[in-house]
């Protein structure tokens, strides 16, 4: 076999996706929906891509994770993985969606559905770049594997078995690439233009579950502080402020590559922004939303109950806190601070399960100089800019052992589309998706 480029991609990407969508792989759901939905989309992927299917060695772990082995011509020192998941958030029956979530409906160019963007679109270009190079008799420079989780959105088991086995085999990635950033307009509210915004690191993730007892009884005769109340001021305690801010150095070297992209004072600011981490951290702050995320651990109460009846005092109370761990901070350090907020004994603080923020893959390696030579084939013009990624990722099992890992889905988002992910009228365009396929043709052939 020899390595040739491949002039075009087979068409029908649009197609493809459509039928991925159309199985409701909802992993919160799995009791009530059963593994049906899950085993068609592995039989839909063998059938969708049969030369993917003949050329790589597939390997289940756990039920619901598939790991595909690509031998490249090469025993390099590590290989490329590439990660996506094929599961989905369940949709609230009461928004009102322009198209069923689980048709897959293809209008005016644009896939509409659950999963569109998070994570069957990003999972999509990576089959179709294989599917593609194989059809030119392609063979990679070093190993390749495709890790594909059916549960990251509860957490990924799949995704901590496949890293688990690839470690104990002496499996040691040269790079991982998982979904995170993308193509995106505006990357901060004071900054034009379009950047590809790639994640060096990953914030870590704990949640909190907070109890209060009290005294039960009647509605009419209540006590100073119920344990309502109690759980009420414990949440309020624990506000926006509850952490203090800090400029990691990957937001300083994603406002040093802004500002090299942005022209004028605007470009001034940036750089002079990327030299002062205790302005930065303390301008984020203010901005609030992502920027503020950007600096800080975030805190986001998520559920709360208590009670039987409108008239009846309840004995126990609780309420389940969201924390989001920023760079540089540790999962201890976040509990023993999030203890001194509340500053109540009588209101326990269990941790119903937490990970360590990441640490941070460098931007002046070969790895991250290979993403963004990809990218200026798919995406010409548009820089590379490392960031902070704010939500959890299933490469999160990967950088204890991986030296770079890096979260970039190479599709064009708009602020409207990010905010439809796990949201309404999720969607992408086919356009974007055919990029998204060349971005990883240029990869693999890049290595």
Do not use: C
């Not at 160019?109 to 030119?136: C, F, S, T």
Request: proline share 7%.
């Amino acid at each position: 076999m020899t390595n040739v480029t491949s002039p075009t991609a087979r068409p029908g990407i649009d197609e493809r996706l459509s039928r991925m969508i159309r199985l409701p792989t909802v992993s919160a759901e799995l009791e009530q929906r059963g593994a049906e939905p899950f085993e068609a989309f592995v039989a839909l992927l063998a059938e969708l891509y049969p030369l993917a299917h003949a050329n790589l060695d597939l390997e289940r772990h756990t039920d619901l994770g598939l790991l595909f082995h690509w031998k490249g011509r090469a025993q390099a020192d590590g290989p490329l993985v590439l990660m996506a998941h094929f599961d989905v958030v369940p949709v609230d029956e009461s928004d009102a969606w322009t198209h069923p979530p689980f048709d897959g409906v293809i209008a005016d160019g644009v896939v509409y559905g659950r999963g569109a963007l998070d994570d069957k679109g990003p999972l999509i270009v990576v089959m179709e770049a294989v599917e593609n190079l194989l059809a030119d008799g392609f063979v990679p420079a070093r190993d390749v594997y495709l890790s594909f989780g059916g549960n990251e959105e509860t957490y990924g088991r799949a995704a901590q078995e496949i890293a688990a086995v690839l470690r104990a085999r002496g499996v040691v990635p040269w790079l991982v690439v998982d979904e995170g950033g993308a193509v995106v307009d505006a990357p901060l509210p004071f900054v034009p233009g379009r950047a590809a915004m790639i994640g060096v690191g990953e914030k870590g993730v704990m949640t909190v579950k907070l109890t209060a007892r009290g005294d039960g009884g009647h509605a009419s005769a209540p006590p100073s502080l119920t344990a309502v109340r109690r759980i009420a001021r414990a949440v309020d305690r624990l506000g926006p402020a509850t952490f203090r801010p800090r400029a990691s150095t990957a937001v300083l070297r994603m406002l040093t590559r802004l500002a090299d992209e942005t022209p004028g004072p605007a470009g001034h600011l940036l750089r002079l922004l990327g030299s002062a981490p205790l302005v930065t951290a303390r301008l984020f702050a203010a901005l609030g939303g992502e920027a503020a995320a950007l600096v800080r651990t975030t805190v986001a109460p998520t559920m709360q109950s208590g009670g039987t009846a409108a008239n009846v005092l309840p004995s126990q109370a609780s309420a389940t806190v969201n924390l989001r761990i920023a760079l540089g901070e540790t999962t201890q350090r976040t509990v023993l601070r999030v203890r001194r907020r509340i500053r109540d004994p009588l209101v326990s603080v269990e941790v119903v399960e937490a990970s360590e923020p990441s640490p941070e893959s460098s931007t002046e390696n070969a790895q991250f100089a290979l993403l963004a030579d990809a990218l200026a084939v798919s995406h010409p013009g548009i820089p590379a800019v490392p960031y902070v990624m704010m939500a959890a990722t299933d490469s999160r099992h990967f950088h204890r052992f991986a030296p770079a890992v890096y979260r970039f889905a190479p599709l064009e988002m708009s602020n409207a589309q990010r905010a439809s992910i796990h949201g309404v009228d999720e969607h992408v365009e086919v356009a974007a998706l055919e990029r998204g396929e060349r971005f990883h043709r240029a990869l693999l052939e890049r290595l």
